[in-house]
């Protein structure tokens, strides 16, 4: 029963030991940015579906997507991007050192999106054939940051 209970405890600490290890432990705006850049997939994601019929064209739908995605990209991106937290100097992220040493250059990329998502905004309830070169506008924005911004997986 004693063995019992303290083989028990013991595997409770390992447990909540590899728990610790194993969390992402990151930085609160990395978290932040992470969730964001989530937010935007999701919704992109819907729309794409729709765009390719692959789910049904929902206008309420579409515009809530498109909201969100225009929401998201009026968030300014400085404080979530702080000093220290390239994929040079933390794990968990794949952000490349190049957003600092060019940041203008990487806000240009965001201001790409917020152009891309306030066009997309406009047509979103207008039917579905509208999507398709909406969307395909607001991937390209995605992209174009990705190729530059972002370490491959
Ligand atoms: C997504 C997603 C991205 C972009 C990108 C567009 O849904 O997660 O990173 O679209 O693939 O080119």
């Known amino acids: 029963m004693k063995f019992t ?12 030991l590899g728990t610790a290890a194993f969390a992402q432990d990151l930085p609160a705006p990395v978290k932040a940015r992470q969730g964001q850049f989530n937010i935007l997939a999701i919704n992109l994601g819907i729309l794409g579906d ?3 019929g692959k789910a049904p064209y929902d206008a309420e739908a579409a515009q ?15 404080p ?3 000093e220290g937290t390239s994929e040079m100097d933390i794990d968990g992220t ?8 060019d940041w203008d250059g990487f806000a ?8 891309a998502a306030a066009s997309l905004q406009q047509v979103a309830a207008t039917g579905q ?7 395909g ?3 390209g924005a995605c992209k174009a940051c990705h190729d530059t911004y972002r370490a491959p997986e």
């Open 64 to 78: 809530g997507a498109a909201d969100t995605i225009v929401a998201v990209s009026m968030i300014h991106e400085a």
């Open 129 to 135: 054939e509208a999507l398709g070169p909406a969307v």
């Open 137 to 139: 506008q607001l991937g």
């Open 108 to 115: 240009e990329k965001w201001s790409g999106l917020g152009q």
């Open 5 to 16: 209970a303290t083989s028990f405890a013991m595997a409770t600490a390992v447990a909540a």
């Open 50 to 52: 729709m765009a390719r």
């Open 80 to 82: 979530l991007f702080p």
């Open 94 to 101: 794949r952000a490349k050192a190049e957003i600092w040493d």
